[in-house]
């Protein structure tokens, strides 16, 4: 009966040794990421919202100007496979971060969630690298690229 106990004990930690099984992000609040290029018209681009029930939009955005052009609802396993992409990129963890480069007509993506917001500003035209949980631009992208395949635009 000792060792069974002491089995039982030993499970939460050994459940946080093993490899590959992030903790979900349980979405509180609404996720928005926007795609923006700054140019004569100001800013145009996409943004995306999730709401925590699932339910999600894509607008269109052009300077002041927003047109939602699709929405769905994610089911539980969706939702569930954005909320583990979300926490291995650190979505509330995300900072501001501005490419040395940038000047006029920057391309901006911004990340709002949970009452805070961090924008990533490029150069113009500059492309967004590969997702990658290591590094802040490579984190934006992670965001970007899985609020983009839940709502199933490419």
């Known amino acids: 009966m000792k060792a069974f106990s002491l089995a039982l004990l030993a499970l939460p930690l050994w459940a946080a040794l093993v490899p590959g099984d992030e903790k979900p992000l349980r979405l509180e609040s609404a996720v928005v990421v926007s795609d923006l290029q700054g140019g004569f018209a100001g800013f145009t681009g996409t943004k995306w919202t999730v709401e925590p029930s ?5 607008t269109n955005v052009v300077g002041t100007n927003q047109k939602v052009v699709k929405t769905g609802e994610l089911d539980k396993k969706h939702l569930h ?3 583990k992409e ?3 990129y650190d979505l ?4 501001d971060s501005t490419d040395p ?8 993506v911004e990340v709002k969630y949970d009452k805070k917001g961090a924008k990533l500003t490029l150069p113009a035209g500059g492309k967004l690298p590969a997702p990658d949980a290591t590094t802040v631009p490579g984190r934006f992208a ?3 690229h899985a609020v983009k395949k839940a709502t199933g635009d490419k």
């Open 54 to 58: 699932g339910k999600w939009t894509v």
């Open 81 to 83: 496979e954005l909320e």
């Open 86 to 88: 979300l926490a291995k």
């Open 92 to 95: 509330g963890g995300l900072k």
């Open 101 to 108: 480069g940038a000047k006029a007509n920057p391309h901006v």
């Open 142 to 144: 992670g965001v970007l």
